[in-house]
């Protein structure tokens, strides 16, 4: 376990050295942010029908959004792309640890590093000035919290099995491509998913990716009762155990099968 | 007019100091500290056309900087730059359409492309007439002996094989002046012979110049007449090889192979190497002939092999390093 | 002129031969691109159908905007992606090579590579297009669709345009940006809306600054035969030129880097 919160401690620590990027990144997300803010205003005030959420729920939900966007799993981790046609495959089943785990421990720190650069500078001005409303109670904040980690390891979860994707499938490109928008529609990144048409909703609410922002938003702005979001947090867990199980099984048949190839 | 004239180039560049340790990150964020390294410090000389020069120096002396500017890449801060009557910087275009390049390291193919239809898009984007393309490929091919691989695409091919191609590349819209930077790096002892020759035939058939920038000296031995040496910034020497080392120091070197393992201890020689029987000795030829130094040698030691040479050029070059050192310090 | 067409066609061969050795996983990425923008899409439809309308604009309305910024981005993206690899090129020293060949640096940096992937964007913007002329019935006179494409040739020469400065930057630092990204994904989502609905300091920016407004919001009014005015009326017709101008300013950005690199040795 150890070997593991290792791996954690020192990729989480490189990837805090990207500061500059970082202060970049910001940019461009207060930019989506007012955009978002603009549309969602003007989509507001063109009809009087009362709506599943208040614009100004909107507008937290939105800055909460742009605070928290780097934890999506966007992307099979880097290193991993890397090792395919560098022919490194075979090194890491040299390494006196789980391959999985070694992956997933990687994964989670490049789901909360960079997610955790920003999202203070990028909450405090949102608070200030742009119009982002403070948790429902400091329960619900609490909760939060919890739930944003299970996001994270829900997400650590997904980006391994992409990873893992990229083993077995020859081209990996097009999935990749595929997956980011899933995520970003599924996720409630680019609308909040109480606001999609209702024909939708049990789709989203089985899947896991309402996991990675949704529910934690939700429960911030206090649309979501104790046990209701007990529920949703056991949701994130459960679908993290379950994609992490099924990753964990293709990785080892895949690995099985570079050996017998011979990297 | 001679074909290159370089007079008191001079350039400098700035460069950002590193600071250690995360104070120093930090505090680089606010300030940044710089240094300036002189890597033209007023070099000047003049190349006729059909000469074959070298250019060496040690790392960091201003070679590859001279050869930018030349080649007009770089813009200078001071001095004069004539290449076939045209500034280079100034009319980049109108320049680098008569000069081909060779970068050892570095391929200008197109790396998924067969070779032909690199060879292709560059006789587009040189403007050269279909039968003058046709006519010099033909040449080339047949010299470089690439007939075979001209429609494997690049990435497949072998380092020496892909060099090769790379020469032809560089000459197909027929330019007077070639500059080739390690042109021989990483190749075996087959394909640097081959390329060698290669550029002999251009030198001497052609008229084409060549500046031949390397590091080894083999490749300066065998094809250049003349070799320029740069040292931090300025010219050193400038003259044939024999001239160089004349310069550097006129020592044979005999090397020895002895009946024995005696020890052995010769007025005249000083040992440079000893292993077993082998010995090698170097000698001043004005204090002591070769044939005098063996007699002497042979009277008390019997010898079963000998052999009389220069010492090695990469000694030499060394050596005029090292003084080119002592005397801009 | 003419000649350097013909010899971008050739770079065009050239690169969209080498990516079709992989079939395979390009179709595979096109798919997916054309799937993203249906997503996008999707989202906006959704807001449509739970709210009615936008500040007086129907969803086939706020369609049209889409469609045309799609399909003009989409070009910008397929033919600028040299731009976009433009900045490891420096780090590698491969930019060296591009100033020893006897041709523009801009047009040997564009040229060199065609993203046939990106064209799944151009689909779905057809698509969106196509949905927007049945819904609203437009007639599909000479004059309109004239309007149409010259709005789409200006819009592409201005994600060009951005394109190149998101490069140029490299030329200073090397890491590229991605403070740009910001400019040229923030603009194409820009200009999906419509205009009026932005605030005012942001709209200006996109107006006077990149003039993104004159190549698709105010070609659209006319397109639409909108109330609103911006204007003249023959101020829609103006887009190509508007286009050009802001991709010519942003050329020569593009020359000072040059100019910088060569006096600094990268």
Redesign the interface.
């Known amino acids: 376990m150890r070997a593991y919160l290792a791996i954690f401690g020192a990729r989480f620590r490189a990837l805090l050295q990207y500061r ?2 970082a202060m ?2 910001l ?2 997300q207060v ?2 942010g ?2 978002r803010v ?2 969602f ?7 009087d ?1 009362p ?1 599943p959420m208040t614009l100004a729920e909107v507008i937290t939900y939105i800055w909460l959004t742009q605070a928290l966007l780097r934890l999506l799993p966007w992307q099979p981790d880097t290193d991993v792309e890397q090792l395919i046609p560098d022919g490194n495959v075979a090194y890491e089943l040299m390494r006196p640890l789980d391959v999985y785990g070694l992956w997933f421990a990687r994964a989670v720190a490049l789901r909360s590093a960079p997610m955790l650069l920003r999202c203070l500078p990028m909450l405090l001005p949102a608070y200030l000035w742009f119009g982002m409303g403070l948790p429902a109670s400091p329960a619900a904040a609490v909760v939060f919290l919890v739930s944003v980690l299970g996001a994270i390891v829900l997400s650590a979860a997904i980006t391994t099995l992409l990873s893992v994707s990229m083993l077995v499938t020859i ?1 990996g ?6 997956s ?3 995520i ?2 599924m996720s409630g990144a ?2 909040p998913l109480s ?3 209702d024909w ?1 909703q049990p789709v989203l609410t089985l899947l896991p990716f309402r996991g990675l922002l949704d529910t934690p938003f939700r429960i911030y702005l206090g649309h979501l009762p104790l046990d209701a979001a007990a529920g949703a947090i056991a949701h994130q867990f459960l679908w993290a155990l379950g994609l992490m199980l099924l990753g964990r099984m293709l990785l080892q048949r895949a690995l099985r099968h570079v050996v017998v190839q011979g990297g | 007019m001679a074909q290159i004239i370089v007079e008191n180039l001079r350039k400098r560049f700035i460069v950002a100091k590193r600071r250690k340790g995360m104070l120093g990150a930090l505090a680089g964020v606010v300030h940044r500290e710089h240094r300036v390294v002189e890597a033209l410090a007023g070099v000047g000389f003049t190349v006729e056309a059909g000469e074959l020069v070298g250019y060496i120096g040690p790392n960091g002396a201003g070679k590859s900087t001279t050869v930018k500017v030349l080649s007009g890449i770089l813009v200078p801060d001071e001095g004069r730059c004539e290449v076939q009557g045209r500034v280079p910087w100034l009319e980049r275009i109108e320049h680098v359409a008569h000069i081909g390049v060779v970068f050892g390291q570095r391929t200008q193919l197109w790396w998924d492309l067969p070779v032909v239809e690199s060879f292709d898009l560059l006789r587009d984007i040189y403007r050269v007439e279909q039968k003058d393309h046709a006519r010099r490929l033909e040449q080339l091919v047949a010299a470089l002996d690439i007939g075979g691989i001209l429609d494997t695409p690049v990435r497949q091919l072998s380092l020496g094989q892909r060099m090769r191609c790379d020469v032809v590349a560089a000459l197909l819209h027929g330019p007077r002046l070639l500059f080739l930077d390690e042109p021989t790096i990483g190749l075996d002892a087959p394909a640097k012979l081959a390329v060698r020759e290669f550029i002999r035939e251009l030198n001497r058939e052609h008229g084409t110049t060549v500046i031949l920038t390397t590091h080894d000296m083999d490749d300066i031995e065998a094809l250049c007449s003349r070799v320029v040496v740069i040292d931090r910034g300025r010219i050193f020497c400038d003259g044939s090889l024999d001239a160089l080392r004349a310069r550097v120091g006129v020592e044979r070197r005999l090397t020895l192979e002895l009946e024995s393992d005696a020890s052995l201890e010769i007025e005249g020689a000083r040992i440079v190497e000893r292993e077993g029987p082998r010995v090698v000795l170097a000698f001043d030829p004005e204090r002591i002939s070769p044939a005098a130094l063996i007699a002497r040698i042979t009277e008390q030691h019997p010898v079963r092999d000998l052999l009389v040479e220069n010492p090695p050029i990469e000694e030499i070059v060394a050596r005029l390093y090292d003084d080119a050192r002592e005397e801009t310090s | 002129m003419f000649e350097h067409l013909r010899l971008y066609t050739r770079y065009f061969a050239v690169s969209v031969r080498s990516q079709l050795q992989y079939r395979a996983s390009v179709l595979m990425t096109m798919i997916g691109h054309l799937l993203v923008t249906g997503f996008e899409f999707f989202g906006m439809w959704a807001l449509f159908d739970r709210f009615g309308q936008l500040r007086g604009w129907s969803l086939a309305e706020v369609a049209l905007l889409y469609g045309m910024a799609n399909i003009a981005f989409a070009f910008a993206e397929a033919a600028g992606r040299g731009f976009k690899i433009f900045g490891k090129m420096v780090r590698n020293g491969d930019f060296d090579r591009i100033l020893l060949r006897p041709r523009g640096t801009a047009f040997q940096v564009g040229a060199q590579h065609f993203e046939l992937v990106r064209l799944g964007r151009l689909l779905q913007g057809l698509a969106v297009l196509g949905y927007a002329v049945v819904e609203l019935d437009l007639i599909v006179s000479a004059p309109r669709v004239a309007l149409l494409g010259s709005a789409i040739v200006g819009g592409a020469c201005i994600f060009t345009g951005l394109f190149v400065v998101q490069a140029t930057v490299a030329f200073w630092t090397v890491e590229s940006l991605e403070l740009f990204a910001t400019v040229t994904y923030g603009g194409v989502e820009t200009a999906q809306y419509p205009m009026a609905i932005y605030r005012d300091g942001f709209r200006n920016f996109f107006t006077y600054v990149i003039p993104l407004a004159f190549v698709n919001y105010v070609p659209a009014l006319a397109v639409l035969d909108r109330p609103e005015s911006f204007g003249p009326q023959w101020l829609a017709w103006m887009s190509p030129l508007f286009g050009v101008a802001f991709l010519w300013l942003c050329l020569q950005g593009w020359r000072v880097g040059v100019r910088h690199y060569r006096s600094t040795g990268s």
Do not use: E
Request: proline share 3%; net charge positive; hydrophobic share 60%.
């Open positions: 500059a990027a970049a990144g940019v461009t930019f989506w007012f955009v603009m549309i205003t003007a989509f507001y005030a063109s009809t029908a709506q081209s490109r097009g999935i990749h491509v595929l980011i928008s899933v970003n529609l680019i609308v606001l999609l048409p939708s």
